[in-house]
């Protein structure tokens, strides 16, 4: 079933809850525009609604409200010491919500906002639900790069509260059908704006006085980027270098620090090695024992390699010289290996340059760290 049929079919079955309202706001006509101003006006009455941002679909709830932030929490099935990102439409939205920002995070916001780069600042008191800071200090702000979400926040006249629109621990939505797949009938409603850009999340981080950065979730923005604006340089929450993840963390910062994340429902392994046919040989080997147990067999691998394996879904990530692609891809793929039932899944490791950095950090959360090694 193509993306469109799919879509059709996901949202009748919304429409036939009588909980989640669907919106398809992709006409720029007036009618798109009164879907939005419904929507917002469903986020300002302390509904939650999803909606699209340039990296993936986001579950917004007025982040003032903790009876709305607590139906996010819900909806999701997500463990409450894991904080939201607050999304904004105007940076005067500041004012209120933060205590201050420091010359780095200024810099880093003329330089990437709108886009997918979140900073995490110290909090106002009483500007937001505590439910959105995990009873952190800090909050985590970002201004999504994407037109409908800046016009439907705007409309909503409140900073929203936004974890990705799916159920917790399963890949993030890049489409609306993937939304309504996970959360139709716990939701208020849908905003439908068509795929997403980045198809990873935003780039999370914190800026010192003294013009360091520190990554605490890689993503949309790389730390090549980030190097652009910080003076005293850019380095890697000790959390995120250690392998395994940081389960033991007792109060992150950011979501996608400590709890596993965007798994699919079978087993997915990563093989990772310095040399490109040692690792085709390994995958081989691995789809054709598995074969054998009488697994449905995925791999999830580059253009480069396609033609050297066999298996039941082999699905691509564009070539390995354009990590943009696998980016966009990554979550839909893994989405794919469900729909065909697939039960043992082998991805290729990439290079963690660039935008690399976070397509790796997603798909080792998304196998929970369990990489074949050659």
Known sequence: ???????????????????????????????????????????????????????????????????????????????????????????????GLVAEVNETARALMEAYWPGPLTLVLPAAPGAVSPRVTAGLPTVAVRMPAHDVALRLIAAAGCPVAAPSANRSGRPSPTLAQHVGEDLAGAIDGIVDGGPTGVGVESTVVEAGPDGTVTVLRPGGITAEQL???????????????????????PAPKSPGMKYAHYAPRGTLRIVRGAAPEAVAARIAAELEAAARRGEVTGVLAFDEHLPDFRADCVLSLGSVHELETAAHRLYGALRRFDECGVTYMLAEACPEDGLGAAVMNRLLKAAGHDVIEV
């Open 1 to 95: 079933m193509n993306d469109y049929n799919q879509g059709k079919k996901v949202m009748k079955e919304c429409a036939g809850t009588s909980k989640t309202r669907w919106w398809d706001v992709r006409s720029r006509g007036s009618e798109g525009a009164g879907a939005i101003e419904e929507a917002a006006a469903m986020l300002a009455s302390g509904g939650t609604v999803a909606f699209p941002t340039e990296t993936v679909y986001g579950l917004g709830a007025d982040a003032r409200s903790t009876i709305a932030v607590e139906a996010i929490f819900a909806a999701k099935g997500r463990p409450s010491d894991n904080p939201l990102i607050v999304h904004i439409a105007d940076i005067k939205q500041l004012d």
């Open 227 to 249: 190097a652009r604006i910080a003076p005293g340089g850019v380095y890697l929450d000790p959390a995120l270098q250690e392998a395994g993840g940081a389960q033991d963390i």
